[in-house]
C-alpha cells in the first residue's frame, strides 16, 4: 500500500464555507453556476461572469482549509508516493501544506488571470502572508473591478485561468495524470466529495485501483462512482478523512 491516489472535488471545501456547484447554495444571484461556467456566458456577458469569479475569489481567499484538506496533506507525507487530482480551482489543498508538484488542478487555477486569445497569463494569487500589505492585492485584478481586464499583449478580455464546460483539460494536466496511473497501480485511491459528472474522473480511479486497490469513495451521496468502490464512507469529509488517514498510517507503517 505504498502509492496513493486521492482526487477531490467540491464537497471536499464545503466545510470551509465555499459552496458546491451541484449543492443549493451554489446558484448565484439566482444564476447556475453551470451555466456562467461556460465560453458562452462569457461572450455574452464578460462583465457578469467576471464578477461571479471575483466574488468566489474573495470567498476564497477569506476561507480556511478545513480537516479534510489537512488529513490529505498529512497523508501525502507519509505516502511513497502520491498525486492529489482536485477539480477545484480554489487554492486550500495548497494552503493546507500539499505541495504543487503533489497535486494536479485540472479545471485550472482561479487565482490565474488568462488571456480569452492569446498565451498572456499571470498570476493574481493573493500574496504570501510574509508579504501582505493592506493593499497588496489592488495590483492585480482587485485594480480592475470596475472594468474588463484586457490583454496588455493582444488586446484581447482576460479571463479566468480555469476550464469551463465544453473546453478541453490542459493537456500538460492531462499527461501528469496518465504519467502517474501508467507508472505503478495504487494501493489506495481515495474519491472525495465529487458527484463524478466527468467520466474522466471515474476512468482514472478504475485505472488506478485495477490491481486490487482499495476504492474509497467519500460523499453523504450516492453518485455513479459508488457502485465501483470497495468502501463507501456516506459522511461529510471534514469528519471522515483525518480518520481514514489515520487508519492507513497506523496500520501501514511503510505506506
Ligand atoms: P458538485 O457540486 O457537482 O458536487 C459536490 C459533491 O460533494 C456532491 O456529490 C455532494 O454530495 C458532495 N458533498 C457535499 N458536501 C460534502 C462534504 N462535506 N463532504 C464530502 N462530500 C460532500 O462538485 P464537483 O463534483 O466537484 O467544473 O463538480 C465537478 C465539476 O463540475 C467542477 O469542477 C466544475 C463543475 O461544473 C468546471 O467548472 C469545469
Ligand atoms: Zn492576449
Same mark, same amino acid.
Given at each position: 500500500?505504498?502509492?496513493?491516489?486521492?482526487?477531490? +472535488?467540491?464537497?471536499?471545501?464545503?466545510?470551509?464555507?465555499?459552496?458546491?456547484?451541484?449543492?443549493?447554495? +451554489?446558484?448565484?444571484?439566482?444564476?447556475?453556476?453551470?451555466?456562467?461556467?461556460? /465560453?458562452?456566458? *462569457?461572450?455574452?456577458?464578460?462583465?457578469? %461572469?467576471? @464578477?461571479?469569479?471575483? !466574488?468566489?475569489?474573495?470567498?476564497?481567499?477569506?476561507?480556511?482549509?478545513?480537516?479534510?484538506?489537512?488529513?490529505?496533506?498529512?497523508?501525502?507525507?507519509?505516502?511513497?508516493?502520491?498525486?492529489? %487530482?482536485?477539480?477545484?480551482?480554489?487554492?486550500?489543498?495548497?494552503?493546507?501544506?500539499?505541495?504543487?508538484?503533489?497535486?494536479?488542478?485540472?479545471?485550472?487555477?482561479? *487565482?490565474?488571470?488568462?488571456?480569452?486569445?492569446?498565451?498572456?497569463?499571470?498570476?493574481?494569487? /493573493?500574496? $504570501?502572508?510574509?508579504?501582505?500589505?493592506?493593499?497588496?492585492?489592488?495590483?492585480?485584478? !482587485?485594480?480592475? !473591478?470596475?472594468?474588463? &481586464?484586457?490583454?496588455?499583449?493582444?488586446?484581447?478580455?482576460?479571463?479566468?485561468?480555469?476550464?469551463?464546460?465544453?473546453?478541453?483539460? &490542459?493537456?500538460?494536466?492531462?499527461?501528469?495524470?496518465?504519467?502517474?496511473?501508467?507508472?505503478? &497501480?495504487?494501493?489506495? %485511491?481515495?474519491?472525495?466529495?465529487?458527484?463524478?459528472? *466527468?467520466?474522466?474522473?471515474?476512468?482514472?480511479?478504475?485505472?488506478?485501483?485495477?490491481?486490487?486497490?482499495?476504492?474509497?469513495?467519500?460523499?453523504? !451521496?450516492?453518485?455513479?462512482? $459508488? @457502485? *465501483?468502490?470497495?468502501?463507501?464512507?456516506?459522511?461529510?469529509?471534514?469528519?471522515?478523512?483525518?480518520?481514514?488517514?489515520?487508519?492507513?498510517?497506523? $496500520? $501501514?507503517?511503510?505506506?
Amino acid at each position: 500500500m505504498v502509492r496513493v491516489l486521492i482526487i477531490t +472535488g467540491a464537497g471536499v471545501s464545503a466545510e470551509s464555507g465555499i459552496p458546491t456547484f451541484r449543492g443549493k447554495d +451554489g446558484y448565484w444571484r439566482n444564476l447556475d453556476p453551470i451555466k456562467l461556467a461556460t /465560453p458562452e456566458a *462569457f461572450a455574452r456577458d464578460p462583465e457578469l %461572469v467576471w @464578477q461571479w469569479y471575483r !466574488e468566489r475569489r474573495h470567498r476564497i481567499r477569506d476561507a480556511q482549509p478545513n480537516a479534510a484538506h489537512e488529513a490529505i496533506a498529512n497523508l501525502a507525507q507519509c505516502a511513497d508516493e502520491f498525486l492529489l %487530482v482536485t477539480q477545484n480551482v480554489d487554492d486550500l489543498h495548497e494552503r493546507a501544506g500539499l505541495a504543487k508538484a503533489e497535486m494536479v488542478q485540472i479545471h485550472g487555477d482561479i *487565482f490565474v488571470t488568462k488571456c480569452s486569445r492569446c498565451d498572456l497569463n499571470r498570476d493574481d494569487a /493573493p500574496p $504570501s502572508i510574509a508579504a501582505a500589505t493592506c493593499d497588496a492585492a489592488s495590483e492585480g485584478e !482587485e485594480g480592475q !473591478e470596475n472594468g474588463l &481586464p484586457r490583454c496588455t499583449k493582444c488586446g484581447a478580455l482576460m479571463r479566468p485561468g480555469v476550464v469551463w464546460f465544453g473546453e478541453p483539460l &490542459p493537456s500538460g494536466e492531462i499527461e501528469r495524470v496518465e504519467n502517474y496511473l501508467q507508472r505503478d &497501480p495504487c494501493g489506495v %485511491v481515495i474519491v472525495v466529495g465529487t458527484t463524478a459528472t *466527468f467520466g474522466y474522473i471515474i476512468d482514472w480511479a478504475l485505472r488506478a485501483s485495477r490491481r486490487g486497490g482499495e476504492l474509497i469513495e467519500v460523499n453523504p !451521496e450516492e453518485t455513479p462512482l $459508488s @457502485q *465501483f468502490a470497495t468502501r463507501l464512507v456516506r459522511e461529510p469529509a471534514a469528519v471522515v478523512l483525518p480518520k481514514l488517514v489515520e487508519e492507513f498510517t497506523a $496500520s $501501514s507503517p511503510q505506506i
